[in-house]
């Protein structure tokens, strides 16, 4: 596809037609210069429109669409990049990796990196419930920014910022290589240390077309880790890692306070520890 962007048509315009005002975000304009991409402002704009804000706004058109399409890209851009990068890899794995990369807490992980939520257009019920550091807004408003970048500039372009800002979470998730299974991982190692089998409690939201899964794993009756995801599955491994995490963060593998309840993580359902996030 020949890229259809026009620099001299697309810098400033956001800037002086921004209304402004809390919900709006900050200036889309600043967005569009860290991105590096010269994508048209109306089409940044609509990238950045949740439909919480459009129900708010006479229903200006939302990002959702755009989300869709940037989903398309985002997978083709890392399947690609995973076939060639690691030819030694079976099928298998490779679907491994790729999920890890586009799992919903990656992508809000990428999307924080470049303060996405302070661009974000909500309304004012997601805003004042902290919609801005949400991980599915910042998931799906960054694939809606790739498909945006899309249909502006062309595969080359896209490709180009998908790689700027995934390659290294393709990194990192490639050494992880067979503990990419966090289901699989856990279970074997609460049965090593015999802390008891993981018990997984999950919660679903969200309309039927985009329902979101929140989880929770239990070990020795204690929560250890929690995730979000598109699926039942993809929350269910999120948890499953902030657990394994957990547990071998523990001092010389002694796993005793963990189990008898000292000095583990809290009960509210905090993740653990650091992790790599959909």
């Known amino acids: 596809m020949i890229s259809q962007c026009y620099e001299e048509d697309a810098l400033g315009v956001v800037s002086r037609s921004w209304d402004g005002g809390v919900n709006a975000g900050k200036d889309p304009a600043e967005l569009r210069h860290a991105l590096g991409v010269p994508i048209m402002p109306a089409s940044l704009e609509r990238a950045l429109t949740h439909r919480s804000y ?30 060639r990068g690691y030819p030694d890899l079976p099928e298998g794995q490779l679907a491994k990796l790729r ?28 805003q004042v419930t902290g919609g801005r550091n949400k ?22 372009e896209a490709s180009g910022l998908v790689h700027r800002l995934f390659d290294p979470v393709i990194t990192r998730s490639a050494r992880l290589g067979a503990g990419l299974d966090w289901k699989t991982s856990l279970q074997e190692l609460t049965a090593v240390k015999m802390l008891g089998v993981p018990d997984y409690q999950v919660e679903e939201s969200g309309p039927d077309h985009q329902k979101s899964f929140r989880a929770v794993v239990r070990v020795g009756g204690r929560v250890l880790g929690s995730g979000e995801g598109r699926t039942k599955k993809a929350a269910e491994q999120q948890a ?8 071998t963060a523990e001092s010389n593998g002694d796993l005793r306070d963990v189990k008898d309840g000292e000095d583990g993580p809290e009960e509210d359902g905090t993740e653990p520890g650091p992790t790599r996030d959909r």
């Open 54 to 83: 459009a129900y708010e706004n006479d229903n200006p058109p939302t990002n959702e669409r755009l989300e869709f399409l940037g989903d398309s890209v985002l997978g083709l851009v890392v399947t690609d990049t995973l076939f």
């Open 99 to 126: 999920a890890a990369v586009v799992q919903m807490s990656a992508l809000a992980n990428v999307a924080r990196e470049l303060s996405l939520g302070d661009y974000v257009r909500l309304g004012r019920g997601e």
């Open 135 to 156: 991980p599915s807004i910042l998931a799906d408003t960054l694939e809606a920014v790739i498909g945006a970048v899309y249909i502006d500039c062309g595969l080359t």
């Open 240 to 247: 499953a890692e902030a657990a394994w995490r957990a547990i």
